[in-house]
């Protein structure tokens, strides 16, 4: 499998970065000629994912996000998001559906759950204090 193009972006985790994150990605993506489903499958797992660095991640604090998305020879795309925030004591467990680590607010704590069921898989690196990388892969279905 060869990389045949690749982005990255850096934006700050703020809540307004959010739809221009998945937008660029799904723009990104749209060389692979997806179908309908499978951008907007796309553009919410990019999402998830940068929502979660923007409210967990840096929590009140604004850092950066880092994006990286390259496209391979096999029509699949591979989105990596990164960031420097605080990291995860449990990934096993802020992975199974209705985790939350924020009880009082009103998040349903989906967002892993949404992203491994809009990819075709799923990996998550974190380190205590020195941040997280989410990295989805996808394959798009040949419309040929």
Do not use: W
Request: net charge neutral; proline share 1%.
């Amino acid at each position: 499998m060869k990389a045949v193009n690749e982005i990255k972006i850096t934006l700050e985790s703020r809540s307004v970065n959010e739809g221009f994150a998945r937008s660029a990605v799904a723009v990104f993506a749209s060389q692979l000629d997806p179908t309908v489903e499978e951008i907007t499958e796309i553009k919410t797992a990019v999402s998830e994912a940068v929502t979660n660095c923007i409210v967990h991640a840096y929590k009140d604090d604004i850092g950066l996000i880092y994006i990286n998305a390259k496209i391979f020879d096999d029509n699949s795309i591979r989105i990596r998001i990164r960031d420097n925030g605080c990291g995860i004591q449990n990934i096993e467990q802020a992975m199974e559906p209705a985790f939350t680590t924020d009880a009082a607010s009103e998040r349903a704590g989906l967002g892993f759950a949404i992203m491994q069921s809009f990819t075709d898989k799923i990996k998550v690196f974190s380190t205590l204090g020195k941040g997280t990388s989410v990295v989805l892969q996808k394959k798009i279905k040949s419309k040929k």
